[in-house]
């Protein structure tokens, strides 16, 4: 699989360094308040279950589905929600982990209809956040790494599904992306 990178950007402990300090800011600002993490799969499983790890403290987790690329690199701006039964929202504090602020479509709809529940508070937590002109103005609380606007793939990041499994993160040789 790292032969169809074209270039590898961060290595697995590089990773789980940044995913370090990262827990360490989480936890400064929650300090004696139960937070619930809402993961939106499927990219973020490896992320999400290395970052909660790293959270010593009494929290509550939840998973939302989200498919706004419909095979290749491509946003289509269609989102397709799969609601899956989540803790309460209303009264608590939420923060949502998300692989990836692409174009700000999908976390802009999940914040909107998480809004609507009424938490305390609502935080965004992304591992990755791309530099480019987005479709929806999203500002992420937490950021793991910024990078350039190209086509990752790994530690749960995919191309029509495969790649997840990478526990590097890299960009994808472009001959290998399928456009749809
Ligand atoms: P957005 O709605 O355009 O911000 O896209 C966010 C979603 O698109 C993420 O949750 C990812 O699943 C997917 N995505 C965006 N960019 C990439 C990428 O470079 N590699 C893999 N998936 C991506
Ligand atoms: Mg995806």
């Known amino acids: 699989m790292r032969d169809d990178l074209e270039k590898i950007l961060f290595e697995e402990e590089i990773i789980l360094r940044r995913l370090d300090a990262l827990a360490a800011e989480i936890l400064r600002d929650y300090q004696n308040r139960e937070l619930t993490l809402i993961v939106v799969l499927n990219g973020s499983f490896i992320f999400a279950a290395d970052l909660l790890r790293r959270l010593p403290q009494r929290l509550q987790l939840g998973f939302l589905s989200v498919a706004s690329y419909q095979g290749g690199t491509k946003s289509t701006g269609k989102l397709v929600l799969h609601p899956l039964p989540l ?57 793991g790494f910024e990078i350039g606007d190209e086509f990752v793939v790994g530690y749960g990041l995919d191309h029509m599904e495969h790649y997840r499994n990478l526990p590097c993160i890299g960009v994808l040789r472009n001959e290998l992306i399928a456009e749809s």
């Open 87 to 143: 803790p309460q929202i209303s009264g608590r504090d939420i923060l949502i982990l998300e692989d990836v602020l692409d174009s700000g479509l999908t976390l802009g709809a999940i914040l909107e209809e998480l809004r609507a529940q009424r938490p305390a508070s609502i935080k965004v937590c992304v591992l990755l956040r791309k530099e480019k002109v987005r479709l929806r103005q999203v500002e992420p609380d937490y950021v």
